[in-house]
Each structure stands twice: as structure tokens, then as C-alpha cells.
Nanobody, 114 residues
Framework: VQLQASGGGLVQVGGSLRLSCAASGPADNVLVMGWYRQTPGKQREMVAAAAEDGSTDYANAVRGRFTISRDNAKNTAYLQMNSLKPEDTAVYYC?????????WGKGTLVTVSS
């Protein structure tokens, strides 16, 4: 299984970005897809997650600004990020739990400039 993330970049404060994560390979029963982020010197933290049944979870810091969605037919997850703040600057990682195994994609850098 491979996870391919895209959509990172540089954006001004208050702007928006949309991240995409596509799972390829033997990706049946993708139980959870989610996004994490990490900044230098800090632990990786959960940003948003979406289960196969449509339920979602968000970190308090992004609730109301970020929206995670999934296209189960394409094994793809999206993270719509609005009202971006400088503290959202981080490397964002896509993850997926498939048949009980967690997979990670390479990170994509999001930089919010003030």
C-alpha cells in the first residue's frame, strides 16, 4: 500500500489549501484515513480523521476551519483547510488504517505566511 499526498504549499494568513491523499495498492477495507502534522521539535499530532462509516474527528485547534472528507470508491481522502493561521505551518502526513495496519505517506509542507 502506498499513500500519495499532494496539495501543500505556501499560503497567506486567512487563505485556504486543499490536501489530497490517495491510497494505492491492495487497499481494501480502508478503515480510517487521516491527516497528522508535525513541526520541528514537536511530536506528530492528529489533525483530522475520517472513518469508513463517515464519522470524523478533529483536533480542537482546527475544528471549524478544516474539513476532512473521503471518496471511498477512490480510496482518497481530502483535507480542506480554511482560515489558515501561521500556527498551521507544518509538514502534513496522510495516514490510513487498512486491515488493522497503519500506513503513512510522505509529508507535504504547508507554510502559512503572515
Amino acid at each position: 500500500v502506498q499513500l500519495q499526498a499532494s496539495g501543500g504549499g505556501l499560503v497567506q494568513v486567512g487563505g485556504s489549501l486543499r490536501l489530497s491523499c490517495a491510497a494505492s495498492g491492495p487497499a481494501d477495507n480502508v478503515l480510517v484515513m487521516g491527516w497528522y502534522r508535525q513541526t520541528p521539535g514537536k511530536q506528530r499530532e492528529m489533525v483530522a480523521a475520517a472513518a469508513e462509516d463517515g464519522s470524523t474527528d478533529y483536533a480542537n485547534a482546527v475544528r471549524g476551519r478544516f474539513t476532512i472528507s473521503r471518496d471511498n470508491a477512490k480510496n482518497t481522502a481530502y483535507l480542506q483547510m480554511n482560515s489558515l493561521k501561521p500556527e498551521d505551518t507544518a509538514v502534513y502526513y496522510c495516514s490510513a488504517v487498512i486491515q488493522g495496519v497503519a500506513y503513512w505517506g510522505k509529508g507535504t509542507l504547508v507554510t502559512v505566511s503572515s
